[in-house]
């Protein structure tokens, strides 16, 4: 097998960080494995994303460091009522063929207020 390029072994270095970092924080080390594993399938050549990717994961080792942080989540945009209707399969939206895998902040609703303004 080939000896890992400088960029590889930053990437696996901070990925045995981020693990180590997480430790002990609800939620972390499998965030940390589920991102790895999305962006595994990347090419070797899109440099400037693995770049990008390794700096934004760097910020997050900074956070999870810090000793303010004690859990990790994640962010997702909700379904948009326009994305609903015409079906365009943004990101971040169920797929018509029945992906329905379920969505954090879905069950979270606005409450309604009367008209009136009461």
Do not use: W
């Not at 072994?9 to 924080?25: C, D, F, N």
């Not at 999305?38 to 899109?46: I, M, N, V, Y």
């Not at 945009?77 to 079906?87: A, F, I, K, V």
């Not at 797929?95 to 609703?109: A, F, K, Q, T, V």
């Amino acid at each position: 097998m080939s000896r890992h390029s400088r960029l590889q072994r930053q990437v696996l270095s901070l990925y045995r960080e981020l693990l180590r970092a997480g430790r002990g924080k609800p939620g972390a080390e499998a965030r940390v494995r589920a991102e790895f594993r999305q962006h595994a399938c990347l090419p070797r050549s899109d440099v400037l994303r693995i770049e990008y990717l390794y700096r934004r994961g760097r910020r997050q080792l900074q956070m999870l460091r810090s000793g303010h942080a004690t859990a990790m989540g994640a962010f997702v945009r909700t379904q948009d009522p326009t994305e609903e209707s015409n079906g365009a399969g943004a990101p971040g939206t169920l797929s018509s063929e029945g992906d329905d895998r379920r969505r954090p902040l879905d069950s979270i609703r606005t409450p309604k207020t009367p008209l009136d303004g009461r």
